[in-house]
C-alpha cells in the first residue's frame, strides 16, 4: 500500500482572499485534464487524489503542498545559488577595495585627494548604484531576473576598466559611477532570484548564501588591497581584478534557469516542472504537479493585475494598498537601517580610519573586520531560518548599541588630546587603539549576524505583482542611505568628532530596534504567499509568529505521524 502525502495546508485555517480558480489560454498541467489513475491505485486512492484536487480549487500558495526532503537543499539548488551569487562577490569586492584605493593611490590622479574628492570617489559609486537598483526590479518583471544579471556583469566590467585606465579625479569618479550601477544591479536582482528558486524552508538560508559571498568578496578585496599597498600603481590592479568575478559569471550564465515564477509568467509550464522537479528531486510527479499549479495560479491573479493595470498605477498601489504599502515600509526600513547604522563607514574608510590609529598596515587590520564579517555571516546561515529573522534583529541590534557605545568613549579618551579629532602620525596609544578595535570587531559582529544579511530577505515581503517594483524600491533606499553614509563621514567627524558619530550610529541602532519590535513580523518558515497575507490587515507582527507556530507544530505532528506509519510498514 502506498503511502500518500497530503496537501492540507499547515495553516489550512487561514483564509486567503480573491483566490478562486483563474483561467489562462495555456492549459497547466492540472488544468482541465482528468486524474490519472495507476494501475495498481484502489478506488480510495483514486478518491483521495479528486478529493486534493478539490481542496487546491481555492489555493494560491505553493508552501500548502508539503513533500519529502523539502528541508534539504540539493546539489542542483547549491550549485545554482553559488553561481548567481557571483555578482555578491563583486558587490562584496568592489565597497571594500576602494577602502585600500584611497590609502595608496596618492598623487597617482594629478595631486594628492582632499576630503572632498575622497567622498566624491566613494559616494558616485553608492549614487550608481541607487539607479541601478531603482532600475533592476522593474526591468526585471519585463525580461526576467537572468537577463539582469547579464547586464551587471557588463556594466561592472567597463567600470573597472575605466577606474583601472584613467588619470583623472573626473574619470575615476565616471568608472565607479560606473561600477555603481552594475553593483546596484545585483544587490537587487541576485536576492531576489534566488529568494524565487529557494524551497520555503531554507530560502532564508539560501538567499543569506549571497550575503556570506559579499563578504567574502570584502575580505579578498582586503587582501589584495593589502598585497599592492606598496607596489607603484597598484591601486590600478585593485581596481581593475574587480571586473574578474563578473567575467566568471558571464561564462557561466548558461547554466543558470530563469526563475520558475517568471516561468510560468511566461506561460512556460512544462520548464517550470522541470525546474521544480530538480529542486525537489524526493517529490512525486503528482506533488510537483500540485505546486506548479498552484503556483501558477498565484502567477496568473498577478498577471491578470499587471495586464490591466499601468506601470504607473502599480507603482501607486505600494502606498494606496494596504498591505503593499506595510510590506514597503518595512523593506525600506530594514534598508535604511542597514546603512544608518554606519557599518559602511569601516568598509569604506577603515583603512583611513585605521591608518589614522597609529596601525602600520591599516588595510591589513580593515582585512580582520572583514573576516569578522564574513565569519558571523556564516553564523547567520545557521540561525536565521531557525531563530528567525525578526528574533535575530532583536537579538543583534543590541550588541551592536552597546559595541558603537563603546567605540564612541574609546575614541573619546584617545582624541582628547588631540581637540577630538583623528590626527594621523600623532602616535596615539596602541592599548587604546586595540580597545576600539575589538569594539568595532564586537559590533561588526552583531551586524554581519543579523543586519548586514536580513534587509536582502526584501524580495518576499511583496506580491508577485510589486515584487520587482518594491524591491527596486528597498534597494534604492539602501544606496540612498548608503550614499548618504559615503558621502558625509569624513566631514561628519570633522563636524562633531569621532566619537560624536559613532555615538550618532549607536542612537539610529536604537531606534531600529525600536522599529523592528513593533513593526517588522516574522517571515521565516512563510511561503511568499503566506508572507503577503501576513500584511493585509496590519503589520502581522502577532499573526506571523501564530502561522509560524502552527507550521512548526503541524510539521511536527507529520513526522511523527510518518515515523508511526514506517514503523508499522504503512
Not at 579629532?421 to 576600539?436: A, M, R
Not at 550614499?483 to 559613532?502: D, E
Request: proline content about 3%; charged content about 15%; glycine content about 10%.
Amino acid at each position: 500500500m502506498t503511502r500518500t502525502t497530503s496537501s492540507t495546508s499547515p495553516t489550512s485555517s487561514v483564509h486567503y482572499p480573491n483566490t478562486s480558480p483563474i483561467t489562462s489560454s495555456t492549459q497547466p498541467l492540472l488544468s482541465g485534464q482528468p486524474d490519472l489513475e495507476l494501475e495498481d491505485e484502489t478506488d480510495s486512492a483514486v478518491e483521495h487524489r479528486r478529493g486534493e484536487r478539490a481542496s487546491m480549487d481555492n489555493q494560491v500558495d505553493e508552501g500548502m503542498i508539503q513533500v519529502k526532503g523539502e528541508d534539504r537543499i540539493t546539489k542542483f539548488v547549491w550549485t545554482l545559488v553559488f553561481t548567481a551569487a557571483i555578482s555578491g562577490l563583486l558587490f562584496g569586492y568592489d565597497t571594500a577595495a576602494i577602502s585600500g584605493v584611497l590609502v595608496i593611490i596618492k598623487d597617482d590622479l594629478g595631486g594628492p585627494l582632499t576630503d572632498w574628492q575622497k567622498e566624491a570617489i566613494t559616494s558616485s559609486t553608492t549614487f550608481g548604484a541607487l539607479l541601478g537598483g531603482l532600475l533592476a526590479g522593474g526591468l526585471s518583471d519585463y525580461t526576467g531576473r537572468r537577463l539582469v544579471i547579464v547586464l551587471a556583469n557588463a556594466v561592472f566590467i567597463l567600470g573597472s576598466l575605466i577606474q583601472a585606465a584613467f588619470h583623472s579625479v573626473p574619470l575615476m569618479i565616471t568608472g565607479r559611477f560606473i561600477v555603481g550601477l552594475g553593483v546596484g544591479l545585483a544587490s537587487c536582482i541576485v536576492p531576489l532570484y534566488i529568494g524565487e528558486l529557494a524551497p520555503t524552508k531554507t530560502r532564508g538560508r539560501l538567499v543569506t548564501m549571497n550575503a556570506v559571498v559579499v563578504t567574502l568578496g570584502q575580505v579578498v578585496a582586503y587582501a589584495i588591497g593589502a598585497s599592492f599597498q606598496n607596489i607603484n600603481n597598484g591601486w590600478r590592479w585593485i581596481v581593475g581584478l574587480g571586473a574578474l568575478p563578473a567575467m566568471i559569471q558571464l561564462a557561466s550564465i548558461g547554466f543558470l534557469p530563469e526563475s520558475p515564477r517568471i516561468l510560468l509568467l511566461r506561460s512556460n509550464v512544462h520548464a517550470a516542472h522541470r525546474l521544480l522537479s530538480k529542486i525537489y528531486p524526493s517529490a512525486t510527479t503528482h506533488q510537483i504537479d500540485q505546486k506548479v499549479e498552484i503556483m501558477r495560479r498565484a502567477v496568473q491573479q498577478s498577471k491578470e493585475i499587471t495586464d490591466r493595470t499601468t506601470f504607473r498605477q502599480r507603482l501607486e498601489s505600494l502606498l494606496r494598498i494596504g498591505g503593499n504599502r506595510r510590506a514597503l515600509i518595512i523593506g525600506c526600513g530594514l534598508q535604511i537601517s542597514q546603512q544608518f547604522c554606519g557599518f559602511n563607514t569601516l568598509m569604506y574608510y577603515s583603512a583611513t580610519l585605521f591608518a589614522a590609529l597609529g596601525f602600520k598596515n591599516a588595510t591589513a587590520v580593515g582585512m580582520v573586520v572583514a573576516f569578522v564579517n564574513f565569519l558571523f555571516t556564516l553564523v547567520a546561515l545557521r540561525i536565521i531560518d531557525p531563530i528567525g529573522r525578526r528574533m535575530t534583529m532583536l537579538l543583534t541590534l543590541p550588541v551592536m548599541i552597546v559595541a558603537l557605545i563603546l567605540v564612541a568613549f574609546f575614541l573619546h579618551v584617545l582624541t582628547s588630546q588631540t581637540g577630538g579629532v583623528l590626527v594621523e602620525g600623532s602616535g596615539y596609544p596602541l592599548s587604546t587603539s586595540l580597545l576600539v578595535l575589538l569594539s568595532m570587531l564586537v559590533y561588526v559582529a552583531g551586524y554581519a549576524t543579523g543586519l548586514g544579511n536580513i534587509p536582502w530577505q526584501q524580495g518576499e515581503l511583496f506580491r508577485l505583482e510589486v515584487r520587482g517594483i518594491g524591491t527596486s524600491i528597498s534597494t534604492a533606499t539602501c544606496w540612498t542611505g548608503n550614499l548618504i553614509i559615503a558621502g558625509t563621514f569624513l566631514s561628519l567627524m570633522n563636524a562633531i568628532t569621532p566619537s560624536g558619530a559613532f555615538g550618532l550610529y549607536a542612537f539610529f541602532c536604537t531606534l531600529s530596534w525600536l522599529f523592528c519590535y513593533f513593526l517588522y513580523p516574522e517571515t521565516s518558515g512563510l511561503s511568499l504567499e503566506e508572507v503577503s497575507f501576513v500584511f493585509e490587515d496590519d503589520f502581522g507582527v502577532l499573526k506571523s509568529q501564530q502561522i509560524r507556530r502552527e507550521k512548526l507544530e503541524k510539521a511536527k505532528m507529520a513526522e511523527v505521524d510518518r515515523l508511526i506509519g514506517d514503523e508499522v510498514g504503512v
